[in-house]
Nanobody, 116 residues
Framework: QVQLVESGGGFVQAGGSLKLSCAAS????????MGWYRQAPGKQRELVAA???????DYSESVKGRFTISRDNVKNIVYLQMNNLKHEDTDVYYC??????????WGLGTQVTVSS
């Protein structure tokens, strides 16, 4: 099993920045891709950004140019640097890890609130 713990969420004014972190523990050797998703009440969880073990990244169109995902494979941490935040970025952000065995692991989420 893999355990994921997010941190770094909070309240920020529009135009501000936040950096999320997600620390993985357990069978971290099995982790392949990692990513960040977000979900608003009553809506489906959506991909924000993803990164492969080798560092290839993918972003949703709504965050391209504003958010940057990175990972430290030694410390088993994935980061999401969020700049120029907008009110519509307000959501609960979840860390995800996909194992080489096809399993999906999730953190409990961290709230990001951006004032308009």
């Amino acid at each position: 099993q893999v355990q994921l713990v997010e941190s770094g969420g909070g309240f920020v004014q529009a135009g501000g920045s936040l950096k999320l972190s997600c620390a993985a523990s357990g069978k971290t050797f099995s982790i392949n891709d990692m990513g960040w998703y977000r979900q608003a009440p009553g809506k489906q969880r959506e991909l924000v950004a993803a990164i492969t073990r080798l560092g290839r990244t993918d972003y949703s169109e709504s965050v391209k140019g504003r958010f940057t995902i990175s990972r430290d494979n030694v410390k088993n941490i994935v980061y999401l640097q969020m700049n120029n935040l907008k009110h519509e970025d307000t959501d609960v952000y979840y860390c995800n890890a996909k194992s080489i065995y096809g399993q999906d692991f999730w953190g409990l989420g961290t709230q990001v609130t951006v004032s308009s």
